[in-house]
C-alpha cells in the first residue's frame, strides 16, 4: 500500500481528530514516560498537532488547521526515504498540488530535520473538500510506509490499538477500557487503572480535559 491507498482509507477530519485524541491519551496512560502518541491543543494560534514517534527513526504529524489538515509520515527504511541520494531529496512529485492554504507546513521549524523536512508520505485536506489529496508520486514496487505507519488511524477499532499496545508495552491490555478511551466515554479512575495500576489519575485527568473528555472521579473498584 502506498498514498495512493491511504488517502481512500484516511477518516474525515472530525473523526481522524477524535482518533489521535484517544491515541494520545491511551499513550499518556500506559506509557507516560515516553509516549509514542501525542497531541498538542493550541499548538499555533488555532491550530491543533497529532504526532507519533516510535524512538527507532520513524514518524508522523497532522496538523488540525482551519484551513484544513495536513498530514506527513516519514519510514526511515522506506524507499521513499530522502536519504536514499545526496543531497537528500524527496520522492518526486511528492509535495505537488498542495495547497497554498496549508503549504507552509513543511517548512515549519518542528518538522524539520538538520533543516530539511523528512517526509516520506504527504496528505492533505482542504476545509470544505470532499476527499483527502496526496501529490502527483508514482510507484511501481517501492514503498512510502503508508503501508503501516497509518494503521491505527484508518482503522480506530480497540483490536488495532491492543495489538499494537501489547506488543509495544509487552504486557496485556485490558480491551473494555480501550474500548472506553476510543468511545470517548467520560474517564474514570477505574478505566485509568485497568491499563495502569501506576499511572496518577490526577495527571490523567488533567490531560484527558485538554483533549476534550469529560471525567468522573470515581473511586476504582
Known sequence: MTVHALVALLPDPDVLRARCRALALLDAILGADAPTHSFVSGWREDVDLAFMDNGSGDQYAV????????????????????????????????????????????????????GFFDATVCVWREKDAEAWQCGQVEFDDESDGSDWL??????????????????????????????????????????????????????????ARTLGYAVRDQPAL
Open 150 to 207: 497509518f494503521d491505527l488511524l484508518t482503522d480506530g477499532s480497540t483490536d488495532a490499538y491492543v495489538s499494537f499496545a501489547e506488543d509495544y508495552f509487552e504486557r496485556t491490555i485490558d480491551r473494555d477500557a480501550v474500548t472506553a478511551v476510543l468511545a470517548r466515554a467520560p474517564l474514570t479512575r477505574r478505566t485509568v487503572t485497568s491499563l495502569s495500576s501506576t499511572a496518577d489519575f490526577e495527571t490523567v485527568a488533567a490531560q
Open 63 to 114: 496538523v488540525f488547521d482551519p484551513a484544513g489538515v495536513f498530514l506527513y509520515g516519514f519510514d526511515h527504511e522506506s524507499d521513499a526515504t530522502p536519504w536514499r541520494e545526496r543531497p537528500r531529496a524527496h520522492w518526486p512529485g511528492l509535495l505537488d498540488g498542495l495547497p497554498s492554504s496549508l503549504a507552509h507546513y513543511p517548512a515549519a521549524p518542528e518538522f524539520q530535520f538538520d
